[in-house]
């Protein structure tokens, strides 16, 4: 008998299983599936911030900066568990932005935040050896604030209370085929089952146009592919703290803890598919370069441990550089026009 459900999510990442979550607790009825594991490619493969993105101001993205502290504030609340405050310490000697724009741009960051949480922005101090000693250049910078997640766990905690509500979550169960009929999708999926759905969410991530193109659909919005690739290296720094590190590229560069470590991280490099992301040579040295250009402590590609790649589908604003595309989302419904066809959601 064929199963009936009222949405059907394409993808287990953090956006697939929270759409679930809040369908679910909707009082939908859901089916997510995940052709791997929960949270088995982009939404494992982070920075693990939480954050309000500081530089998207430089591209004025006010309206982005401002929703993206209010859900920053929301799930340090709803997620204290899994979420924590950070302090990050942004050193200004011979930046490639003045200092008039990073604090002006502080200042703004904590203004569009509200009432917050966590603490301000605020210059960095003679007393804030914690922060300056590891430093190449002392004392001069910035210190605010933003949070550091577990960013597989928030996604499996995301599907478990989908799951907890109703939702049905089926891992390594890919989406064969989806066809509309009126005002219902079929699909077909890898475990044998014909299902139907009033509405199909494809939340494939970096395989959202893929995934379009099975469907037999022309998207007006293209995406592009862009690999973030981290390294770890023994501790950098004693503290709790992370830094921000501004490049000469006009890039920036994360040092944060990690499991008693140091992350360090990301770049920005296009790729063609979202298979196979890994780190190459050119990158772990950018990312050393990177470090060693602010920290006392020196480091080489050999002193790395681990590392992670992830490929991300920002939208394709046609920006010249990766490092501008919009971190924006766009949300593309198709309905075949006012046919009372059944919806699908990229």
Known sequence: MTQSYDILIVGGGINGAAIAREAALNGLSVLLVEKGDLAGA???????????????????????????????????????????????VLPHENAVRPWWMVR??????????GRMTLKRSRGLRRSDTTYTAPLKNGARGFV????????????????????????EIAVRTELVAARRDGALW????????????????NAAGPWVAELLGRLGINASAGVRLVKGSHIVVPRLYEGDHAYILQLADRRIVFAI????????????????RPEGAVIDAGEIAYLCDAANEHFTRQITPADVTSTWSGVRPPYDDGASEAKAVTRDYVLELDTLGDTGAAPLLS
């Open 104 to 113: 002006l741009g502080l200042y703004l960051y904590d203004w569009l935040g």
């Open 42 to 88: 982009t939404s494992s493969a982070s920075t693990k911030l939480i954050h309000g993105g500081l530089r998207y101001l430089e591209y004025y993205d006010f309206k982005l900066v401002a929703e993206a502290l209010r859900e920053r504030e929301r799930l340090v609340k709803a997620a204290p568990h899994i979420i924590s405050p950070m302090r990050f």
């Open 144 to 167: 605010y604030s933003d949070a550091f997640v577990d960013d597989s766990r928030l996604t499996v905690l995301n599907a478990m209370d989908a799951h907890a509500n109703g939702a």
């Open 186 to 201: 079929r699909a077909t999926l890898s475990d044998g089952r014909d299902v139907t759905a009033r509405a199909l969410v």
């Open 257 to 272: 803890p990690y499991q008693g470590q140091t992350e360090i991280g990301t770049t920005d490099i296009p790729v063609d």
